[in-house]
């Protein structure tokens, strides 16, 4: 028997009463004479905090018994199944427990799921997709960062002539590689990969470099990001990265928002490190097939790297910036030149 207080039909008007159910009826006993009432029972709702639990039957009314009123036994298996969902909700170990199964869920997802994913999308994205991102990609930097050559037609051929050689030895899985020249004072000394494999080198990095093997071991390097798609790697990645934050963070405010986004970011820097080492070993590879000192162009990048920090940093500063930290989003300097080195050092490579 429940205590409650029951509502009949089309009336806002609550009279106490108690209700017995038995085989999916109930029966409703009012105080003084007057008479029960019995009626089928349509749904029982679920526990949920301190709200009354409801009955509907199916004369219309409506009746409400108390919040832990013991009413599974009488409800269908949805409504049994919530309740226990609430029972566990309202003990502090069943929901640290959970909590920390999210967190260890959610953490393997953004390390191990999202990168595995983009991995296997960027294989099995189609050339004609991936020339497509290729083109879109030149065109906005064209239009937003870059400026035509003033390199000499010559200059250009020389360097074309070299990236081809190096080219011969690579394994892109058919994606064609392309070397294009352009100046750039907005970024400088740099030469970066795009999916398609299309290289961009700038008249910055030409000028930057001593000799011929720095410039052929960076575009080495970028012909390693090609060969891994890396550059589409990222863009998946990203994107997975997007969908996750949108998932976590839902409508739960700015301050969770920022907290997710910046969890994000630091994933992403991570992966530029992991990307920035294959493509380091790799160049190492291709230089030694093409006869060439494979581990100069680390010297090269210590010289653009003193430039953009400028010279005049101190002694302690210049120590931290050659050093890999956890917001590096490339190898510092030191540890790159040591895995390099090891790397020309395993592969038979003397200096």
Do not use: C
């Not at 990969?193 to 000799?211: C, F, H, Q, R, S």
């Amino acid at each position: 028997m429940f205590e409650g207080r029951y509502f009949a039909p089309m009336s806002a008007r609550a009279v106490p009463a108690r209700m017995r159910i038995k085989s999916g009826v109930a029966t409703i006993e009012f105080e003084g004479n007057e008479p029960s009432i019995t009626s089928k029972v349509i749904t029982i709702a679920a526990q949920l905090g301190s709200v009354p639990r409801r009955v509907e039957l199916d004369s219309g009314a409506i009746f409400e018994a108390s919040a832990d009123a013991d009413l599974d036994d009488h409800s269908g298996r949805d409504t049994a199944f919530l309740s226990r969902v609430f029972k566990l909700e309202n003990s502090w170990r069943s929901v640290a427990i959970l909590t920390v199964a999210t967190i260890v869920l959610v953490a393997g997802i953004f390390r191990y799921g999202v990168p595995l994913a983009a991995k296997g999308a960027a294989i099995v994205t189609p050339p004609a997709a991936v020339s497509f991102i290729d083109a879109g990609t030149l065109q906005t930097i064209d239009a937003t960062l870059m400026d035509d050559t003033t390199l000499p037609k010559a200059r250009q051929d020389e360097l074309t002539a070299q990236f081809e050689t190096l080219a011969k030895g690579a394994d892109t899985g058919g994606i064609p590689l392309t070397l294009i020249f352009r100046a750039s004072p907005r970024i400088g000394a740099n030469a970066f990969a795009l999916p398609g494999g299309t290289i961009i080198m700038t008249d910055e990095l030409v000028a930057a470099a001593k000799n011929d093997d720095e410039i052929a071991g960076v575009l080495a390097h970028e012909i390693g990001h090609v060969e891994e798609r890396h550059s589409l790697q990222m863009i998946y990645r990203v994107a997975g990265l997007a969908v996750m934050v949108g998932v976590i963070a839902g409508d739960s405010g700015q301050l969770v928002d920022q907290v997710v986004a910046q969890a994000s970011a630091l994933q992403q820097m991570s992966y530029s490190r992991e990307f920035e080492d294959r493509a380091d070993r790799r160049s190492v590879d291709l230089m030694i097939k093409a006869n060439r000192n494979p581990v100069v162009f680390v010297e090269l990048i210590d010289r653009i790297v003193a430039e953009a920090t400028g010279a005049n940093d101190t002694a302690a500063d210049d120590d931290a910036e050659d050093k890999t930290g956890w917001f590096s989003t490339h190898p510092g300097s030191a540890d790159r030149r040591v895995s390099v080195q090891a790397h020309a050092k395993k592969l038979g490579w003397k200096s």
